[in-house]
């Protein structure tokens, strides 16, 4: 899905490994070329465990017991789950045409998903001093990014369906006793990652002039 103001793409299921070398290309391409679109891949994982460049790895208790393949990677943040039924959106966005501000591109990720699961009748917000977004005491969707030369990679991980035993096996994101729940464990709805996909990928359209500062960059309605 495509215009003059963002690019979407739902690539279905990837490996983490080539996902991230997508977005590498991606983030290079844009340096290169500023007049390249910004984008957003939506996508889900193979089951994998990922942790952010911290010299603090208590969140994996260890890694040896990992029931998955184990990947540090260059994002912020401590130890988390991927994989089948979890939506991953993954904005490739240039932070210079947002005013270099970081902190709002955050906050823009948590509405989008606040807006999201608006949709399915749910209730979230966010926490002070914790990045994601929440229903009640229950933790549905985390972020982790990473920013290059004001370029974003990385990005944010909401459960849609599938098993959350796995999070049992780390803290995630360093966050003792939490809950991880989903969007089908909070609605008993089946929800398809694709049909999940197609709402992330209008909402984002409709809203990311919120994020945008340039004077000659329009609303569109969708």
Not at 58 to 65: I, N, Q, T, W
Not at 76 to 88: E, I, N, V
Not at 209 to 219: D, H, P, V, W
Request: net charge neutral; proline share 3%.
């Amino acid at each position: 899905m495509t215009d003059h103001l963002l690019q979407t793409r739902w690539l279905g299921r990837v490996n983490y490994a080539e996902a991230l070398a997508l977005q590498e290309e991606i983030v290079t391409q844009k340096r290169r070329d500023s007049t390249i679109a910004d984008t957003i891949l939506f996508l889900e994982h193979d089951a994998v465990y990922t942790i952010g460049r911290t010299p603090d790895q208590a969140s994996l208790r260890g890694a040896s017991h990992l029931p998955h393949p184990l990947f540090q990677t260059n994002r912020g943040g401590q130890a988390t789950y991927h994989g089948p039924g979890q939506l991953m959106g993954y904005p490739i966005i240039d932070l210079s045409r947002c005013g270099q501000d970081l902190h709002k591109y955050l906050r823009w990720i948590e509405d989008l998903l606040i807006g999201f699961l608006a949709k399915f009748e749910l209730s979230a917000t966010r926490r002070t001093g914790l990045t994601g977004v929440w229903i009640d005491d229950r933790k549905i969707a985390s972020i982790g990014v990473g920013v290059r030369h004001w370029i974003t990679m990385h990005g944010f991980a909401l459960n849609i369906c599938g098993d959350l035993a796995p999070f049992a096996q780390i803290t995630p994101c360093g966050l003792a006793n939490v809950t991880m729940t989903s969007v089908e464990r909070e609605t008993d709805r089946k929800v398809t990652l694709a049909e999940a996909a197609n709402i992330m990928q209008q909402l984002a359209q409709r809203r990311i002039n919120r994020l945008r500062i340039e004077a000659g960059l329009q609303t569109i309605s969708i």
